[in-house]
């Protein structure tokens, strides 16, 4: 990629993301940071989900759990 192409989705980037932060109401570093946490929950979340499918544990009350837990800290935000 040509040093002008990174250069535009670089700014693109930075833009999208002000956008974003902006419409949640945080600040660039808040809403990074939001990002961050949901997407380490979310894989918190498989980690776990994959410990119970290979130990034969696994339900779908558990699947309901963990699906009520992610939307609890999305409401949150």
């Not at 670089?10 to 570093?29: D, H, Y």
């Not at 498989?46 to 963990?66: C, F, I, K």
């Amino acid at each position: 990629m040509a040093d002008t192409e990174k250069l535009t989705v670089l700014v693109r980037t930075k833009s999208l993301i002000a956008e974003r932060a902006r419409a949640a109401g945080l600040s660039q570093g808040d809403y990074l940071d939001s990002l961050v946490q949901e997407d380490d929950l979310r894989a918190r979340v498989q980690r776990d989900a994959d410990t119970m499918a290979a130990a034969g544990l696994d339900s779908p009350e558990r699947a309901a759990r963990s699906a009520a837990m992610i939307a609890g800290l999305r409401a949150a935000r």
